[in-house]
């Protein structure tokens, strides 16, 4: 028997947990050896239903095991939070690998806890094997929070598995031995193959009534929305966007307590071209990506979707740590300028986007890739 312990936090981990999630499940049914223990820790740091449960349950992942309770907080008081009332946790599950995803507050302080955990004496191990999953993502701005969740965790990390070929260079460059990286591609990317044909049955559309075509909105980066002399311009450049095409934007809560901080809130609800909802479920939220004409997005995850999905993306960033989506997929790295962006939609809207390809190994097999290297080297 070989005990996994995998983290799960904030909404963009869902996702790649669900994969993870379903290749045990289904390594476990098929009898094959050693059977796998799964535990589900969720640390709270997303709490909302609709941040967080809904994606459990449309997702069909097992509910967590055990659930830290953590909420919201300052980067420092969350880390510290999660690290906490993770370390008795560990030490009374003693989990042979602790699996983590992306790069989340809780994705660095739970692989923090377990990089230094001492087992008890006895027991076959000292600590943990550590499993990063979607490892060597580089935006190479270490303004970005996450940028620095991302560095650590995988210099802690001894199993690395990488979702693009260039992660293993910048792995390489920070000193991580190669031996220990896997490129075995993109558990995101198994999800939404797993999920697509059920969220073409969604009737989010109908329920937001939406009838024509539409452009979807999404915004949640600190550096975009925390500001006004930031978020302002953007919503403007929205507003101008929406009088060409309708705008369908679900709003982060991050967001949404921002526009109102910043009364930016009002116009928005007023204008009969856009459309405004709270955050979405998973197979809604997919059925609007697949439809969509554009996705305007400060995400990560949502690049590598519409990638797949052969949606234009404008991305209002000025870095990604996922360039394979800007040179084999569907997306534009535009930055935050409002002529630019509004160029960039309008051309995409006179039939011009780009029709991309799929990247290498973003074959709805990841998962299944990933689990037979740990049982290999667990
Ligand atoms: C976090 C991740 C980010 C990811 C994003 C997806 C870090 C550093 N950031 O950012 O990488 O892209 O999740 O959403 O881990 N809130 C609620 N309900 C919730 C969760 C949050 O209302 O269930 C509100 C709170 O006011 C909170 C704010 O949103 O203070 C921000 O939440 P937090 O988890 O700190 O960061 P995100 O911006 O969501």
Redesign the pocket.
């Known amino acids: 028997m070989l005990k996994i312990m995998s983290i799960a936090?904030?909404?963009?981990n869902f996702m790649k947990l669900a994969s993870i999630a379903r290749a045990i499940r289904s390594h476990n049914e098929k009898g094959s050896t050693p059977a796998v223990e799964h535990i589900i820790v969720h640390t709270g740091?997303?709490?909302?239903k609709k941040?967080?449960d809904s994606f459990f349950i449309d997702l069909n992942i097992p509910q967590p095991d055990i659930n830290l309770e953590v909420g919201?907080g300052s980067?420092a008081s969350?880390t510290a939070d999660i690290m906490q009332r993770f370390e008795p946790v560990l030490l009374e599950q003693l989990p042979d690998a602790l699996l983590v995803v992306g790069?989340?507050?809780?994705t660095i302080a739970c692989t923090l806890v377990a990089s230094k955990i001492e087992y008890p004496e006895g027991h076959s191990r000292r600590r943990p094997i550590i499993v990063h999953v979607e490892a060597g993502l580089r935006s190479f701005d270490r303004g970005m929070?996450?940028e620095i969740?991302r560095i650590l965790t995988d210099a802690i990390s001894d199993i690395l598995f990488t979702t693009e070929e260039q992660c293993l260079t910048h792995l390489q460059n920070e000193g991580i031995a190669k031996e220990k990286v896997y490129f075995t591609g993109n558990v995101m990317i198994d999800t939404l193959m797993q999920h697509v044909e059920q969220a073409a049955q969604s009737t989010i559309k109908e329920q937001l009534h939406i009838t024509g075509e539409y452009t979807l909105v999404t915004l949640?980066r600190?550096s975009n929305v925390d500001r006004q002399e930031t978020l302002q311009p953007l919503v403007k450049c929205i507003e101008e966007i929406a009088s060409t095409k309708h705008i369908v934007f679900p709003v982060?809560?991050?967001t949404f307590?921002k526009m109102k901080e910043f009364s930016l809130l009002d116009a928005l609800e007023k204008n009969p071209n856009i459309t405004l909802a709270g955050p979405l479920g998973y197979l809604d939220f997919l059925n609007l990506i697949k439809d969509a004409s554009v996705v305007i997005t400060d995400?990560?995850g949502i690049q590598e979707e519409t990638t797949v999905l052969k949606v234009p993306c404008v991305t209002l960033r000025e870095n990604t740590e996922r360039p394979v989506t800007v040179d084999i997929g569907t997306n534009y790295l535009i930055g935050v300028d409002p002529d630019k962006i509004k160029e960039t939609v309008f051309n995409i809207f006179s039939g011009k986007g780009k029709k991309g390809a799929i990247p290498p190994q973003w074959d709805g097999k990841t998962g299944e890739r990933i689990l037979k290297v740990i049982l290999s080297v667990h």
């Open positions: 936090g904030a909404r963009p740091q997303h709490y909302d941040m967080s919201s980067h969350q790069d989340v507050n809780s929070p996450e969740n949640h600190p982060h809560p991050r307590n995400s990560g």
